[in-house]
């Protein structure tokens, strides 16, 4: 019997052997078809501030208005840039454009082709002659005209001594794909000179929220396309990017709001009474953050800047909670900050060292400050923390963007008020998903690779909704990625640099895996792939499109440590067709082991029963009848 279920197993073994062999070879023959290939042309290296933080749990939704919103991301870091940037594109076709946010500006303006004072800026210019929807904005009363009287033009000028002039033009604007507020005409500024820091940064212009009937906002409004609010959201320390909301939306229930007055200044003011250090209230006269302008929010400021002698007072309860830190000389020998050093370089860790400092308004509520609301870091000493609050030469109260880090603040101008939510504002993008929203507007890009627009709408008609163009079904997608970095000891942690990836591309990290690497010094090239979930077989259409609008948009952040990076091209192979044998593999093996199961314990039973029934038939009852034996005599 033994002899028989050894003979059995062994069959059993070559069955499965067979399929797995014939799954093999049908695999691999499939592995080589060739891949949909498409370039990626970039206009630059995206360098930018990212690294990975806790997932939000909290959930935006939308409000009751019928009015849509424009979701946009926000990119750069505002410490190693200076500012924030997000994507605006301007015309038919459209011309992509890196623009500042801005709160403290009035008009949107990008380098015009004709511009003869403009400096290299991280886009080309915008070329009029191009858009085949541009029109100028002739002269009229309401503004200052050009030389020849024919064109309406504008002149802003900057507290830090710069200055952008041009002339005024009308075109379609539009808010990237994943925004539901379809394109809009609107006036911009299209620049013929720029000076000082607007001629040196790396962005193209400005996007202007500031109130005023040339703001972005303004005109939107007036269009009666979104509700008279928005909202931005900056990353934290050592964190790029963020979250800009233009249109209402419902806020948390933990916002803490405070008194905006629209007549006191073109500027967002809040109603700032008091400053707290550890708990401890600063002796500050009273008003002394409502002179002249009052208290004054300014996206597009970096630090933030106190009347002297709210400064002196915040600058010493900060040196007394922290005396046991050794100071230290600032980054810069121009200038007298303070600095420490010894806290480490963990940012979590530092509101064990440094002191929470807390915000009252007006109406009694209160605005706790992490130390990442006023420090930055020190770039030339490894665990040093510099303030980032400064005297103001004037009495105004100035917040830049370092005040409201990792917080969600919304500009409710419809309302006259202005709220704040902590937050983590790196992933406020997960968060942002509104209920009901329409599809989003084609995707826009600078490029003139027509192969590169790929949208929802290109699709044939009768073409099934999860599928590509073509009727290409996307089974995973790869791309290739140079790496470099400035430090050669540096070696790359590709397990943290696969769970960046999956969260900027918003898959789960199990679907991010590494192919290949090859190095050379400083310098990387890396493959990576994208899979299906793994109760999936190919990439629904929707996911592959967001992927690709990411990778071709260079929409990746990375910390810092990471180096320079760059995307060389992604690859997209189409879904497998699966033979009969792998479609029902798992039917067959469960088939045939049941049948085996089965047809083994059949033939155990019989053979068990057999041995009983022999085993019977031999035995004999006591006092059975025995056959009689002749006794054989003894041989003596």
């Keep these: 019997m033994a002899r028989t279920w050894l003979h059995l197993t062994s069959y059993l073994l070559i069955v499965c052997s067979l399929i797995w062999f014939h799954l093999f070879t049908v695999d691999a023959k499939n592995h080589h078809r060739r891949p949909m290939i498409l370039p990626l042309h970039l206009s630059s290296r995206n360098h930018s501030m990212h690294r990975h933080v806790d997932n939000l749990r909290r959930h935006l939704q939308q409000s009751g208005s019928s009015t849509p919103n424009a979701r946009m991301r926000l990119y750069d870091d505002l410490l190693s840039n200076g500012y924030y940037t997000t994507r605006l594109w301007i015309g038919t076709p459209p011309q992509q454009f890196a623009l500042i946010v801005d709160t403290g500006s009035s008009v949107t303006y990008v380098p015009c082709s004709s511009c003869a004072q403009c400096g290299k800026h991280q886009d080309p210019r915008f070329q009029p002659d191009l858009s085949s929807t541009y029109q100028p904005v002739k002269c009229n009363p309401s503004c200052d005209c050009d030389d020849e009287q024919k064109q309406c033009t504008y002149d802003r000028r900057y507290a830090e001594m710069s200055s952008s002039s041009g002339v005024l033009g009308e075109d379609v604007v539009s808010f990237g794909n994943e925004s539901e507020l379809v394109p809009q005409r609107a006036v911009f500024g299209c620049e013929n000179m720029e000076t000082g820091d607007l001629y040196r940064q790396r962005a193209d212009g400005i996007m202007g929220l500031g109130r005023g009937r040339l703001s972005i906002m303004d005109q939107l409004v007036d269009k009666d396309v979104i509700d008279d609010s928005f909202s931005l959201c900056y990353g934290g320390m050592d964190v790029g990017g963020g979250a800009m909301v233009l249109g209402k939306i419902t806020p948390p229930p933990d916002m803490v709001f405070s008194h905006s007055d629209p007549f006191r200044s073109p500027y967002y003011n809040i109603e700032l009474k008091e400053l707290h250090v550890a708990g401890k209230l600063l002796k500050l006269p009273t008003g002394v953050f409502d002179d002249r302008h009052g208290t004054v929010l300014d996206s597009g400021t970096t630090y933030a800047y106190l009347r002297k002698d709210a400064f002196l007072a915040f600058r010493d309860a900060i040196l007394r909670e922290v005396h046991f830190l050794e100071r230290v000389s600032g980054p810069d020998p121009n200038y007298n900050d303070i600095c420490f050093s010894g806290a480490g370089s963990d940012v979590s860790q530092l509101s064990k060292i440094f002191p929470e400092v807390a915000m009252v308004f007006n109406n009694g509520k209160k ?108 089974g995973f997608l790869t791309f290739d990625m140079s790496i470099s970095t400035n430090d050669s000891n540096l070696k790359l942690n590709f397990k943290e640099l696969a769970k960046l990836i999956s969260l900027e591309l918003e898959v789960d990290n199990s679907q991010v895996r590494l192919l290949n690497v090859t190095s ?52 997209a192979e189409a879904q497998r067709k699966l033979t009969w044998w792998q479609q029902h593999f798992l039917a067959v093996v469960l088939g045939s082991l049941t049948t085996l199961i089965l047809s083994l314990s059949a033939i155990g039973i019989w053979l068990f029963r057999r041995h009983n029934q022999q085993a019977i038939s031999a035995y004999e009852p006591v006092g059975a009848p025995t056959p009689e034996q002749e006794l054989q005599p003894l041989q003596s």
């Design 367 to 474: 605005l706790l400050l992490s130390p990442e609301n006023y420090l930055f870091r020190h770039t030339k000493v490894s665990g040093g923390y510099c303030l980032g609050i400064f005297p103001n030469t004037e009495s105004t109260t100035l917040l830049g963007g370092i005040v409201v880090r990792n917080t969600l603040v919304t500009y409710d101008r419809g309302n006259d008020r202005i709220g704040f939510l902590k937050t983590n504002c790196s992933k406020l993008w997960r968060r942002v998903q509104f209920l009901g929203a329409p599809a989003p507007a084609p995707l826009v890009s600078q490029s003139e690779d027509t192969n590169m627009e790929i949208s929802p709408t290109l699709a044939p008609s009768g073409s099934p909704p999860n599928v590509l163009p073509g009727s290409f079904r996307i």
């Design 520 to 571: 050379k010094v400083n310098d990387y090239l890396v493959r990576w792939g994208i899979f299906p979930t793994a109760s999936a077989n190919y990439i629904s259409n929707t996911t592959a499109l967001s992927i690709i609008g990411r990778l071709r948009d260079h929409q990746m952040q990375f910390p810092e440590r990471f180096g320079n990076y760059k995307l060389v091209e992604w690859n």
